[in-house]
């Protein structure tokens, strides 16, 4: 078991089937690790509220899609009291989605369903892009539910040298820069308002667990190898030192987070 607590998914957790569920790209067993007082998933969150606070607090609509085991969903309902309907077409996932007021809903954002149509004000996109082979058809499909001049905040692993057996593993097609997210961007409609490296201090741990995953083959023991934290004091250590940077940053890191704006209809908002 990670040294992470493991919140319990509550035993009447409603999932709404709006599409049947479907295989993805991602390990279950990093469901099995990630959790809420992990410190990357902590520090993920800070990051977010650098970049986006005001965003949060001041949308109208919020949704996460790939929103798995529900930890953004939970971390914005504490911080905020804000709920975020959430989508993801693992069931596995959902079935142990710790948030609490939250939707948690089965869907394929393929299915474009009308009554979603531009209905989100803010949705979040947090290190699912990096699994999907077509990005411009999936982030096509995204904009689908967002509305004209909504925003989209996106976390997504960073440095294409940093690619190993970890991230294939975790179901990863690739890795970012800023130059790559800003392509796939107006491609999209979209465009980067504002965005940020961050785990710059992690950067030294990524680079060894490259090495020491070379030649490791099992699934699980890579995950849990790459990502577990293994014990309370490690835990610990890590959060100090991953926080040990200032946000934004454009240097390096090993993750990557950008907002993006839809065009409004009138076309591209002021600003950009």
């Not at 709404?16 to 099995?32: G, H, I, K, N, Q």
């Not at 959790?35 to 965003?55: E, I, P, T, Y």
């Not at 959430?86 to 007021?101: I, P, T, W």
């Not at 991953?242 to 987070?257: A, C, D, F, N, V």
């Amino acid at each position: 078991m990670s040294s992470a607590t493991q919140a319990s998914p509550s035993p009447q957790r409603k999932i709404e089937y709006l599409s049947r569920p479907t295989p993805v790209s991602m390990a279950d067993s990093w469901f099995d690790i990630a959790a809420l007082d992990h410190f990357w998933v902590r520090r993920r969150f800070q990051v977010l509220q650098k970049l986006s606070d005001n965003l949060i607090r001041t949308s109208g609509e919020l949704a996460e899609i790939g929103c798995g085991h529900g930890l953004l969903q939970k971390q914005v309902e504490d911080a905020y009291r804000r709920q975020v309907t959430g989508f993801d077409l693992n069931e596995y996932a959902l079935q142990h989605n710790v948030s609490r007021q939250s939707r948690v809903c089965c869907y394929d954002i393929f299915q474009k369903s009308e009554a979603l149509r531009g209905r989100f004000d803010l949705i979040f996109l947090f290190d699912v892009l990096e699994h999907i082979t077509d990005e411009d058809s999936f982030l096509e499909a995204l904009v689908f539910h967002l509305a004209p001049g909504g925003s989209l905040v996106m976390n997504v692993p960073a440095g294409q040298w940093a690619f190993s057996p970890y991230d294939e593993a975790a179901g990863h097609v690739r890795r970012y820069s800023i130059e790559m997210m800003r392509q796939v961007a107006v491609r999209s409609g979209l465009f980067v308002e504002s965005w940020s490296y961050w785990g710059l201090p992690l950067v030294p741990s990524l680079m060894l667990r490259t090495v020491w995953l070379i030649g490791q083959n099992d699934q699980r023991k890579i995950i849990r190898a790459g990502f577990d934290s293994r014990s309370p004091i490690i835990n610990s250590a890590m959060n100090a030192i991953s926080q040990m940077e200032m946000i934004p940053q454009r240097l390096m890191g090993t993750s990557l987070m950008a907002v993006l704006q839809r065009e409004s209809l009138g076309g591209l908002d002021a600003g950009r």
